[in-house]
């Protein structure tokens, strides 16, 4: 591995941790900032129940900014959800001009709301499991998602939430 | 009136009988035994769609009233139902939710049933085939033409859902159950196959019967930035609730407008055969199915009761079978956007229910729980609940709002009156 085939897999691997960290503090915009016009963001599974790939998100850069900015109308569960990731693989291109990446992720929610807000509020759960499979964009120091799937290993999600993994 | 204290609290409220329930019927365990013993086993439940059975052997297990069942595709094409259960020793034939039993098992032979625990094999009609050494064990005392499994009534009905009912004496088919309550989207769910696109599940802490409460009233649209934002007009007021004999309800139909909210787009073009553009029935099948056809989707609610104050509810999608890619695409995000794990709608409906839940557990303190607004059977009316509660009250024979006396009828049906108009000023529209 040559250095800049290093300083990109490090580029790479600092854009992965930084999204996961505005994810967790809802900082869409940010989040939409680390974006190519070419985004295309997923969320899907395979069902055991239906033996089936199934997909529960599917949302393109245009629709990030509306999808996001109509969450304050909406009511949604004050518990947050919060990720530790661990990126397995990150593949830099021959041109350096692209990157791949497989990141694993567990998913937990602070519980404020909770069941029954005096007695849950403050305990931590397990609320998903994870891989994000993505693709960038490198150009000189930037590094610009172009593709996210979040493979999920989740099909029970309670009530669930309004945020995306 | 300000806070009353705990007797004008307890004390009836200034409605008439039928009009609200007592609190318990949501959070008694003995009336929850009492329940899957006279509603559940007694019911046709619609536990899978045939799709997710699509080839010879193929399995789908469920839950009906705590008994375990699996449904499987015979090599003739049939559905059949039984009792997940192996009659040698109770063992579960069957533990994954869905696979093929055309592939050999560890303990069992391509194309058939067996319980891994010691090798008993049945056939896709449930005959007992093959007892291990069954002469040395049992010489002509026993043979496996008796050992047959337990089967259930079992039909596919209204758009390939394969329904099951635990009652052999059941004095019903899936059509005369329905009572023609299904009638409205019928023809939509006929027209062609239908194929999953879509399966998640909740479990939360409160009744059944409160899930069942949140789908058979829209008065709880006012929670519903998305229902606001794309209903609230003069033809949303004229949806018209219907109740239909054994407990069922369905509520009429009428035009979203879908581009009134910033993310969704119209589904007019890929609307479901037989139904205008945009429109949307949903019907609530005692005592406790849903199923919602939205313009572009259907979306069907199982609900498996799991005790007094906990509910497993199973989501599904539907869409064409013959649905390109691209229209394939187009249903799963109309479905997803407001019903998905990520949905708009589908995580407020749960938080409110998740919410009386809290309120609700066995033993907490009895109140009650309103079910009186009349707007002459129109959109906001209260009425589904009302006639659901009648049902249960004859079935149970219970009194809803007392459940410690007999059932004795009260008020379902109010006064007549004309629909409400738009709520174009109502203050949260643009919220």
């Known amino acids: ?35 190519d016009e070419s985004f295309h963001y997923s969320v899907v599974t395979y069902s055991h129940e239906v033996r089936k790939d199934l997909t529960y998100l599917l949302m393109s850069h245009k629709e990030m900014h509306p999808y996001f900015d109509l969450l304050p109308k909406h009511n949604t569960d004050h518990s947050p959800l919060r990720r530790h990731a661990s990126i397995y693989t990150v593949d830099v291109s021959e041109d350096g001009k692209t990157a791949e990446a497989v990141t694993s992720f567990i998913m937990t929610q ?56 | 009136m300000p806070a009353r204290n705990h007797k ?32 559940w086993k007694k019911s046709w439940i619609a536990l899978c769609h045939e799709s997710e059975l699509p080839e010879p052997y193929d399995f789908r297990t469920g839950i009906i009233a705590r008994e375990p069942v699996i449904m499987v595709r015979g090599p003739d094409n049939k559905v059949r139902a039984f009792l997940n259960v192996c009659p040698h020793r109770g063992m ?19 194309k058939h049933m067996t319980c891994l625990f010691h090798a008993w094999q049945f056939d896709m009609k449930g005959n007992c085939v093959d007892i291990p050494r069954q002469k040395e064990g049992y010489q002509d005392r026993l043979d496996k033409s008796s050992q047959g499994l337990r089967a259930l009534r079992c039909e596919v009905k209204y758009g390939g859902f394969v329904w099951v009912c635990l009652d052999d004496h059941t004095e019903f088919n899936v059509e005369t159950w329905a009572a023609g309550a299904m009638d409205c989207i019928k023809d939509s769910l006929d027209a062609e196959p239908l194929e999953l696109i879509h399966y998640h599940k909740a479990i939360i802490d409160c009744n059944y019967k409160l899930w069942h409460d949140t789908n058979s009233e829209f008065y709880h649209d006012y929670m519903h930035y998305h229902n606001r934002i794309t209903g609230f007009n003069d033809d949303y007021f004229q949806r018209e609730c219907s109740a239909y004999d054994n407990g069922h309800v369905n509520v009429g139909t009428f035009t979203v407008n879908y581009e009134e909210y910033d993310v969704a787009e119209d589904r007019g073009t890929l609307s479901f055969p037989n139904l205008p553009p945009d429109n949307w029935y949903m019907v609530d099948m005692f005592p406790g199915l849903n199923f919602n056809l939205r313009g572009s989707v259907v979306r ?40 998905g794990p ?90």
């Not at chain 2, 219970?398 to 009260?410: V, W």
Request: glycine residues 8%.
């Open chain 1, 1 to 35: 591995m040559n250095v800049e085939e290093q300083h990109i897999k490090s580029l790479v691997r600092e854009t992965i941790y930084a999204a996961a960290m505005f994810l967790d503090d809802q900082k869409w915009n940010d989040w939409i900032d680390q974006c």
């Open chain 1, 110 to 165: 602070e519980m404020i709301d909770g069941i029954s807000a005096p007695l849950y509020s403050g305990e931590n759960r397990l609320y998903l499991t994870g891989k994000y499979y993505d693709k960038f964009k490198i150009d000189g120091e930037s590094v610009k998602f172009t593709e996210r799937v979040a493979r999920v290993y989740t099909r029970r999600f309670d009530k669930g939430t309004h945020w995306v993994f």
């Open chain 2, 8 to 39: 004008q609290w307890s004390a009836k409220p200034d409605l008439e009988l039928g009009e609200w329930v007592d609190s318990r019927i949501y959070s008694d365990e003995e009336i929850f035994e009492e329940e899957l013993d006279k509603l």
């Open chain 2, 92 to 110: 579960t034939i069957e533990r994954r939710p869905s696979g093929s039993f055309a592939p050999a098992q560890p303990s069992g032979n391509p």
């Open chain 2, 300 to 339: 069907m609610d199982l609900m498996t009761p799991l005790s007094a104050n906990q509910v497993m509810i199973e989501f599904r999608g539907f869409g064409l079978k013959s649905d390109s890619p691209e229209d394939r695409a187009h249903r799963i995000q109309h479905h997803n956007s407001i019903w």
């Open chain 2, 342 to 431: 990520l949905g708009r709608n589908l995580h407020e409906d749960l938080i409110g229910v998740a919410g009386q839940g809290t309120t609700m557990t066995p033993k907490s303190e009895p109140r009650r729980i309103l079910h009186g607004r009349h707007e002459g059977a129109y959109i906001h009316d209260e009425i589904g609940m009302r006639h659901f509660y009648e049902s249960w009250g004859k079935k149970m024979d219970r009194l809803p709002s007392d459940p410690e006396q007999k059932y004795k009828a009260g008020k379902v049906m109010g006064p007549e009156m004309p629909p409400a108009k738009g709520l174009s000023t109502f203050a949260g529209k643009g919220a």
